[in-house]
Each structure stands twice: as C-alpha cells, then as structure tokens.
C-alpha cells in the first residue's frame, strides 16, 4: 500500500511527500531546492500524514531528486528524527546526502552546551536530589578555592608569590578611584533616605536630634559596608569572573598553567589584594557621604544647625562600631574577589557562559555577604560588640 500527500505550492523550489513501500514503511521524500530562506515545511507535517493509515515501524529518506540543499535541510531532518526516536520508530539516514549524513553524526556526537534554555523537568524527587549534590559540589568547590586563595596570600607573605606588580595597580585603579562615582551616589541617596525615615518617626517624640545618631550608627556599623561591598559586587566582581571567564574561553588560563604559572597567584591574588586595600578606605568615604546626605535632611527638614548636628553624629560614633564596619568591608572585599574569580574560572568556553558566569557572581556574592553579615551580628551580639 502507498499513500503519497504532496505539501507545496508550485512557487516554492521544493517539494515534499510522504510515501509508504509497505504498510509499516515511511519514505520521506524530498526534491528540489533545500535552503533555510525558501520558508521550508514544519517537520510536524510529515507526522500528520504518517498517522494516517496503518502504525510506522521504520522511517526512511529519499533526496536522489535534491537539486540543492543547506542548513535548512540539516534542521528538517534532525526535527524529524527527534520526533521518530521519541515515537519509537526506527529511521534509516541511508536515503540523504553523504554530506549531511556526515553532519548529522557531528551534531549528535558533540553535546549542546549550556546556555541557560529551557529543558525537560526531571520529576521533583530527582531534582531534590541533583540540587542538594549540585549544592555539596559549589560548597566543596567554593571552600578549595578559598583555602587555595590564602595559599597564596602566605606566599605572598614570604616573597613567593608571581605576578606583576602592574597588573595589580590597574586593578587597584580600577576598584578605587573609578568606582567612587557610584559609591558617592548610593551612599549619599541610603544616608538621606535613612534621615528622612528617621526624622518622620523622632519628629513624632519631639527627638529629631537623634536623626544624627541613627544616620551615623547605621552607616558606619552596617549600611556603609554593606552597600558598598553590593556594589563592588555588581561592579567589580561581575567584570572579575567576565575577565577570567574570558580567559577561560580563549585558554590563557590553560597556558598559564602549562607555563608552570600559578592562576591564582597570577590572577587571583592581584584582585584579592587590590578589593583587601580598597574596600575599606571605600567604606569609610561611603560612611562619610552617607553621613552628609543625612545632615541635609537634618540642616534642610528639621532644622539642625550644622555644628549641632555633626557634634551630634560625633558622640554617637565610637570606635568600636568604626572599626567593626571596617573589618566586615575587608572581609567582604575578599569575599567578592574570590567569587567572582572562581565563577570566571567556573566558566564555560562560550560567550553565553561568560554571561552566566558574571551574572552568577554577582548573585552569589550579594547572598554571601548578606548571610555573612547576619553572622556578624550574632556573633558581636554575643560578644557583647
């Protein structure tokens, strides 16, 4: 029995039919023109003409009659034979060109690499399960990369460590003095809006006096490091793991390796160091702005003199809640070196992982350092601090 269903028009340069030898046999046969821009058949078309008649067993191809052929036919055919192999159904490639032939065996022997789309959800206990060993892996990975990290930190202490002393003073530049724009603006803006809110509620207690103490603690004990070591995140460790993720593509990564050259001396330490000597001089600015943009909702709302209201902010401040501001500012500039470092080296050798790479950087490093923080807190509440 053969049925044969021809789906074209007669402007289009190609034709296809779908034939049946035997009752359990389907022959796809194409002719004419195979290229991507002559607006080719849905594969789905060759499956609504199978299904009628008797069940298909094997699946066959006839291109004799093919004049010309590109992508186009490469992307019809793999539609076709994904959909046969889902059903069940064996194919038989014999019937198309060697040289698609050839690049079909390619495509299915190189696996498709990452790149964030969407695929089939295994069912919820399996995907419990690949998160928790997915967790236990980033975990286990993340604490190799810190121990080798202060590795190099002691060879550094004793004269060991290689890299180039430029290298490092570029991207001290880079993480101090051109990020200090968007310092300035975010703490200024976090230092009125914590003025405002504050002034909106001591107004009611006739204490508007205190907006001072409330700017001046906030910012030097939690929201100046904080905010700034976000934005360095964003900033600075979103550009470190696009730089080694990079590197990681174009294999310098591997060539440095290869050279005897240590990458996380090389690469590594240099952006440790420069966010270790930059991120608390950046949070003292940052306190120091935050605390101007509360004295102009102090001076401009409320009425406060500017000597009134700085004396104010000095006798809140002590020492302790400076320094402990300063502490947490190095621990997170270490914290968003070395996760952006690791999820550039993490990285793919593709532009798209590249892209995932920086954007998971700068997520995980914002996670980190808010979890860190709360540790902080519990820690210094029982301390006393």
């Known amino acids: ?105 390619l495509a299915e022997a190189v696996p498709e690499r990452q ?74 803006l976090i230092g009125l809006i914590l003025a405002f809110v504050g002034a909106v509620q001591l107004q009611q207690f006739g204490a508007s006096i205190f907006v001072a103490n409330l700017v001046a603690v906030a910012m030097t004990r939690e929201i100046g490091c904080i905010m700034t070591a976000i934005v360095m995140a964003g900033r600075t460790g979103a550009a470190f793991a696009a730089q080694l993720g990079t590197m990681n593509t174009n294999q310098e990564i591997d060539a440095l390796s290869t050279m005897g050259i240590s990458p996380m001396e090389f690469l590594v330490l240099p952006r440790m160091l420069a966010l270790i000597v930059m991120m608390p001089l950046l949070t003292i600015y940052a306190d120091l702005v935050g605390i101007l943009g509360g004295a102009v909702v102090g001076m401009g709302m409320l009425g406060l003199g500017p000597v009134e209201y700085f004396e104010q902010t000095r006798g809140a401040v002590s020492l302790t809640s400076f320094f402990i501001g300063v502490s947490k500012s190095a621990v997170f500039g270490v914290l968003v070196a070395l996760v952006g470092c690791l999820r550039g080296m993490q990285s793919g050798r593709s532009a798209a992982a590249v892209g995932l790479a920086a954007t998971s950087a700068v997520v995980t490093s914002i996670v980190l350092i808010i979890v860190i923080d709360g540790i902080f807190a519990v820690v210094l509440n029982v301390l006393h601090l």
């Open 1 to 105: 029995m053969t049925r044969a269903s021809r789906m074209t028009t007669v402007e289009r340069p190609w034709t296809l039919q779908v034939e049946r030898p035997t009752p359990e046999v389907a022959c796809v046969a194409l002719t004419g023109a195979w290229r991507k821009e002559d607006r080719l058949p849905d594969p789905s078309e060759v499956w609504r003409e199978i299904q009628v008649g008797p069940p298909v067993h094997r699946l066959t191809f006839d291109t004799s009659h093919v004049a010309d052929w590109d992508s186009g036919l490469i992307t019809f055919a793999i539609k076709v034979l994904e959909e046969a192999r889902a059903r069940g159904i064996a194919s038989d490639r014999a019937g198309l060109p060697d040289g698609a032939q050839r690049l079909l065996h």
């Open 115 to 188: 790149t964030g789309r969407a695929r089939a959800r295994p069912p919820w206990l399996a995907r419990i399960g690949a998160r928790a060993t997915a967790g236990w892996v980033e975990t286990a990975a993340g604490l190799a990369f810190l121990g080798e990290g202060m590795l190099a930190l002691g060879a550094l202490l004793r004269g060991r460590a290689r890299f180039r002393m430029i290298d490092l003073l570029v991207v001290i530049q880079d993480c101090g003095p051109r990020a200090l724009g968007i310092v300035s603006l975010i703490s200024f």
